[in-house]
T-cell receptor, first 110, second 117 residues
Framework: TQLLEQSPQFLSIQEGENLTVYCNSS?????LQWYRQEPGEGPVLLVT?????EVKKLKRLTFQFGDARKDSSLHITAAQPGDTGLYLC??????????FGKGTKLSVKP | GAVVSQHPSWVICKSGTSVKIECRSL??????MFWYRQFPKQSLMLMAT?????????EQGVEKDKFLINHASLTLSTLTVTSAHPEDSSFYIC?????????????FGPGTRLTVL
């Protein structure tokens, strides 16, 4: 069973559109992270959320942690081609490692 | 700051040969380094956890004799894929956890694409 369920798996939109991707679980987490990975590269940390209900903004990206700390969402306003990539949510594992969701592959067309 | 490098960035080898991949934290000391594997269109899966000066901890299903991990210093970990076979072809990514990190934050290397012919 997948600990973190991400949806949608794939998303193809036009430049300027808004979008939301989700990361859901039945487990409670002390923190959750979002990463973006471009083809042939390692993931890059976007944000860490730690408090239930927390909202963090990073330019056109808005991240929210659910009140119960079981889920999170990432909203992108006025998407640009540079936003194209694989968006991964992750939580901490028992070894101090990260456990990743399967990711949402976003394609923004000009 | 907090840069992690990997070398090589890609490698093609013949079946049966061994390949060594290096992971370095360039501007910080890493308390722990992790090795992940990512198959096409899939997410990252943890292979092993490496602490400086001690034996690596491998995830279930990962053969420790096939994937040799050496963590010689606080800035260098190496992964050697021994007797590589085509099914070992994958994208291998390391990450490093810094002493100053909080909330499981890790810094990832750019990955190494291994193709075994």
């Amino acid at each position: 069973t997948q600990l973190l369920e991400q949806s949608p798996q794939f998303l193809s939109i036009q430049e300027g559109e808004n979008l939301t991707v989700y990361c859901n679980s039945s487990s409670v987490f002390s923190s959750l992270q979002w990463y973006r990975q471009e083809p042939g590269e390692g993931p890059v940390l976007l944000v860490t959320v730690v408090t239930g209900g927390e909202v963090k903004k990073l330019k056109r990206l808005t991240f929210q942690f659910g009140d119960a700390r079981k889920d999170s969402s990432l909203h992108i306003t006025a998407a640009q081609p540079g936003d194209t990539g694989l968006y991964l949510c992750a939580v901490g594992g028992s070894q101090g490692n990260l456990i990743f969701g399967k990711g949402t592959k976003l394609s923004v067309k000009p | 700051g907090a840069v992690v490098s990997q070398h090589p960035s890609w490698v093609i080898c013949k079946s049966g040969t061994s390949v060594k991949i290096e992971c370095r934290s360039l501007d910080f000391q890493a308390t722990t380094m992790f090795w992940y594997r990512q198959f096409p269109k899939q997410s990252l899966m943890l292979m092993a956890t490496s602490n400086e000066g001690s034996k690596a901890t491998y995830e279930q299903g990962v053969e420790k004799d096939k994937f040799l991990i050496n963590h010689a210093s606080l800035t260098l970990s190496t992964l050697t894929v021994t007797s590589a076979h085509p099914e070992d072809s994958s994208f291998y990514i390391c990450s490093a956890r810094a002493r100053f990190a909080s909330y499981n934050e890790q810094f990832f290397g750019p990955g190494t694409r291994l193709t075994v012919l």
